[in-house]
């Protein structure tokens, strides 16, 4: 286990604040118990806890989570507890990231002096995360207590390394104390605490909605007709062009032509003048 300074100690103990990991994910209702080594056969020795001839002893759990892809929350964690040792109390059961680094990655909301025989459950106080296939330490102590003032933790003969049937599995378990640089280090290999620990499989978040099909754009203006002389018609001394478009007339049939004024479709009339040539188009 890797050495762990006097602030990560204090963190321990004070329940730093929670770090955050992941944004939340998607709720599942389907809640199990993912491992578990309560009722396993117990042995006769009993890890302590607490103060222990004047040190500071803790449990550190390596526990090894399942493949479910979108990983787990963690819901609980019950812990079977012997009758204490004199009157110990400020209990702290943390989740820390593997290997450690000393800071509690999550604290959860455990009895502070479970003194007498019998399970007791913690919870996290804050919505966390567990990754899949990865490893993790839990971790229990209770520093700060007078001499020979301790809890006691059951322990398991049953050896094996998996206690699910969720791919869940304790890899190993130590039992540490603070050194005099205020560091952690292990002080032997621990028995199999006896523990059961509730997890809900997160549930893959929602596809993406698709987008909406793009709008059809619409067909462009037809363009416009070209202009046209439809029709010249005499009548007495009144000049009639029925056209579309914009009207021109010249005195010659090669131009120059300019738009006549005021002439606008369907019809222009103008008086004749005997012997004046007149020529129409339209544009």
Do not use: C
């Amino acid at each position: 286990m890797p050495f762990i300074n006097n602030r990560t100690r204090r963190a321990f103990w004070a329940g730093l604040a929670v770090l955050g990991m992941f944004s939340p994910p998607t709720m599942n209702t389907n809640a199990a118990t993912v491992l578990s080594t309560l009722g396993k056969e117990k042995a006769v020795l009993r890890s302590t806890i607490g103060n222990v001839f004047g040190e500071d002893h803790l449990a550190s759990v390596a526990i090894k989570t399942g493949s479910h892809s979108d990983g787990y929350l963690l819901n609980s964690i019950t812990v079977e507890m012997g009758n204490a040792g004199g009157s110990p109390s400020g209990l702290r059961v943390t989740i820390a990231p593997y290997p450690s680094s000393g800071e509690p990655l999550v604290l959860l909301d455990a009895p502070s002096a479970p003194r007498r025989a019998g399970r007791y459950t913690a919870k996290p106080k804050s919505e966390f995360f567990m990754a899949p296939n990865s490893k993790y330490f839990l971790v229990a102590g209770a520093g700060g207590n007078a001499w020979n003032n301790y809890f006691t933790l059951p322990v398991t003969l049953d050896t094996t390394s998996s206690h699910s049937s969720f791919g869940w599995r304790i890899n190993s378990a130590l039992l540490a104390k603070f050194n005099s640089f205020g560091e952690i280090e292990p002080i032997s290999a621990l028995g199999i605490p006896l523990i059961a620990i509730d997890a809900t499989p997160v549930l893959p978040p929602p596809p993406p909605m698709p987008k909406p099909p793009a709008p059809t754009p619409l067909p462009p203006d037809p363009p416009l007709a070209p202009g046209q002389v439809k029709d010249i018609l005499l009548s007495g001394n009144r000049l009639i062009v029925t056209f579309t478009g914009t009207l021109y007339s010249s005195t010659k049939v090669t131009g120059p032509y300019q738009q006549v004024a005021g002439a606008s479709p369907p019809s222009y009339s103008t008086t004749t003048t005997e012997g004046a040539a007149r020529f129409y188009l339209a544009r």
